[in-house]
DNA sequence: CTCCCGTCTGTTAGTGACTACCTGATTGGT
DNA sequence: ACCAATCAGGTAGTCACTAACAGACGGGAG
């Protein structure tokens, strides 16, 4: 939950964002993503098509965004450290799926799951998709914060949050198809056990 | 090893694309990939910026090569079907890794490892190398030829296959960090140990 | 209230990836 | 030797994206 600044000037810089993404995105279902140009969403959203450049460089970051990321490092950062590296990541994908379950998040999970669905549609975006789930990988490792130089265990870290970042990506991928009707939590649960076995998820705390 | 058609049409047109890319390469290690033209490539090349596009459609095609997808999913195909699914794929991920392997590969091992070094370090190349490890999955997933309509197993079955190439692309980024020196195939292994637990890649057979 | 600074927006002119369409040249089989 | 298919090259265009400049507007200082 984002707290809108109060000033007059960011509250429209942040109205003509969604604005913009909300033509482009509708312009991209209607006619493809491919056969929409910039200029199209700009003249859509009534504005100039630099307008368009300077709140989202590229065509594709109208439809990718990293607003999860951040959340979801915070919460691998906030696990006990004692715990297998699966399950301090695993419970983080889970508990932020659970954070779009709620009543209040549904604009939030509908518009995620149009999204989602261009990028799974569209090569361009599927892999810009995939690379930020690659750059998340890493700000996890990050968050997680080993200061050990043991590079065998650096290489296992990653061998382990790139199979749970899988195993999110199946997830979302399943939750799509669905048109969302399934439970993503779940989904995303069901996922990592059947990677990891069935007790990673395994019983909260 | 793919052999040489005995046309001199063919054998012409494998050396001007192998002309091309290798011209290709050097100048993105050289100058980098962003600041390489297409014409920069075909001027290096001697031959028009046309010809360039007709072999490789675009620009990261420079780069990137599915050469191996064909040959895991084969081998996937054709291993036991009682096996635990992460056995069947993790296996044909370390037989293919081992046919990079001998001393008659060295020359694709090369090639590979500084292909592999450009994917990592310019983000669309990284982009597209990850949707193509996606669409790998769906080969693989392809060749386990699970024809039953189970859509909770296609859905395991979804996890564990993103969850092996993940442990693949750890261990791939891991190898050109090293600059090949390491061994392909062990750190495969231990990637998908380190995901599945140390009993998967197992004794042979 | 006014002035000034920083930010937001628009315009123009470019670069570079990529496509469509057409024109010759060369090759492989008849 | 001929014909058809394939391959190389040229031209002109679209589109994503950038750089540089100029005007408009909100927000704070006096």
Redesign the pocket.
Known sequence: MPEEPS????R??VQ?QRTIQAHATRLFRERGYDA????DVAEAAG?????V???F????DLVLSDQYGELIAERVAASPAGQPLVRRIGGALVAAAAALAGDDAAADRRFLLVRLQLMIATPALRARHLDNQYALQQAILGALEDGDADPDAAFEAQAAASACLAALHTAMVRWAEDDGRTDLPGLVGKALAAVFGDDVAGPAR
């Open positions: 000033t007059l000037r960011a429209r810089r003509t929409t140009t910039m200029n504005v100039s098509p630099m307008t450049y300077r709140h460089p590229t065509k594709e």
